[in-house]
């Protein structure tokens, strides 16, 4: 039966009449009826056990209120016996920037490069560099302060392309075939060791006295893409090195967050510090600077000292498919 019918039905249906009643059950009866209904005892007052509490009515609010309570207890006891899902760890040793010496710096960063991602697949090593210091460039006036900014990409045969900025032009050269290639540093801290005091930079040797070890580690990371082994290495080998100290948290010329450790040295025959800086969450080589501490010798300086000699930024170090891949 439809909805339709069923009102209909409902709305011819007639409703008894007074007379109607009456003839059903006269009025004096009725009220006889009630009277007696209301004179007999309530189920409360008689025929119960007077010891028994009496019961009370639940108002539906507060039997609704019940349920819910129910409710949200049994929801926050589910909660509390589900497993707590664990925290992933961090590497060992990322976040450092304090320590008692450099050599526990050194190797909880050396810890925490070593847990990093592999380097992708790619033909090219990709290298973006920004050098800063003084020189000679072209259309200037004699010796100046101003930046350098690379781009290389390299292919194991040493095929690629170069991209330079400067503060007056920009070039841009392929590169063919050599017969060095690219250079594969060990990873093993004793082979490495040895093969810088041996190998010899792009025209002149890496320096090899102790408080020289700095500017060599700072050499091959600004020269090559540095896997996450051979970057744990070089850490670990720069901490067998006298002489090295923590600076501590810094910031460095591209903004970036970094620790410091440095060791004494000389520019140009003024007293320095040779400063490499680590990006704490990684362990990787940001960059390096000199920081000179006396004016003198005719070096250019930006600002009184100790002031920078000269700087240069890691800004970007991975492998790419293409000669104009520009990862960020």
């Given at each position: 039966m439809s909805t339709r019918s069923a009102v209909d039905r409902m709305a011819a249906q007639r409703f008894p009449t007074d007379a109607d009643l009456e003839r059903i059950a006269p009025h004096t009866d009725r009220e006889r009826r009630l009277d007696a209904l209301l004179a007999q005892p309530r189920p409360t007052e008689a025929g119960r056990?007077?010891?028994?509490?009496?019961?009370?009515?639940?108002?539906?609010?507060?039997?609704?209120?019940?349920?819910?309570?129910i409710v949200v207890i049994g929801i926050v006891g589910g909660l509390r016996a589900l497993p707590q899902r664990p925290t992933p760890a961090a590497p060992p040793g990322c976040g450092t920037t304090q320590a008692p010496d450099a050599p526990t710096l050194l190797r909880a960063l050396a810890d925490c490069a070593q847990a990093q991602p592999a380097l992708p697949d790619g033909r090219f090593d990709y290298l973006h560099t920004l050098w800063w210091g003084p020189g000679l460039y072209e259309g200037?006036?004699?010796?100046?302060?101003?930046?350098?900014?690379?781009?290389?990409?390299?292919a194991p045969d040493g095929s690629g392309r170069k991209e330079s900025k400067t503060p007056r032009a920009t070039s841009s050269t392929d590169l063919g075939?050599?017969?060095?290639?690219?250079?594969?540093?060990?990873?093993?801290?004793?082979?490495?060791?040895?093969?810088i005091r041996d190998s010899r930079g792009h025209r002149t040797p890496l320096p090899a006295p102790e408080?020289?070890?700095?500017?060599?580690?700072?050499?091959?990371?600004?020269?090559?893409?540095?896997?996450?082994q051979l970057q744990a290495a070089l850490l670990r080998l720069l901490a067998t090195k006298p002489g090295v100290t923590v600076d501590g948290p810094v910031t460095d010329h591209a903004g970036r967050a970094g620790v410091?450790?440095?060791?004494?040295?000389?520019?140009?025959?003024?007293?320095?510090?040779?400063?490499?800086?680590?990006?704490?969450?990684?362990?990787?080589?940001?960059?390096?600077e000199e920081i000179v501490?006396?004016?003198?010798n005719g070096v250019l300086l930006a600002a009184p000292p100790p002031a920078p000699a000269h700087y240069t930024l890691i800004?970007?170090?991975?492998?790419?498919?293409?000669?104009?891949?520009?990862?960020q």
């Open positions: 056990d007077p010891a028994l509490p009496v019961p009370s009515r639940r108002s539906p609010v507060l039997l609704a209120f019940a349920v819910v309570a200037g006036s004699g010796e100046e302060l101003g930046t350098v900014e690379t781009w290389t990409w390299t075939p050599t017969g060095r290639g690219r250079t594969d540093w060990p990873t093993d801290v004793a082979a490495l060791d040895a093969a408080t020289e070890w700095i500017s060599a580690v700072a050499q091959i990371a600004s020269n090559t893409v540095v896997s996450p410091a450790v440095s060791v004494g040295g000389e520019y140009a025959g003024l007293p320095a510090r040779h400063v490499l800086v680590l990006d704490p969450a990684t362990g990787r080589i940001l960059g390096t501490l006396a004016s003198g800004l970007g170090s991975t492998r790419v498919n293409t000669t104009t891949d520009k990862p």
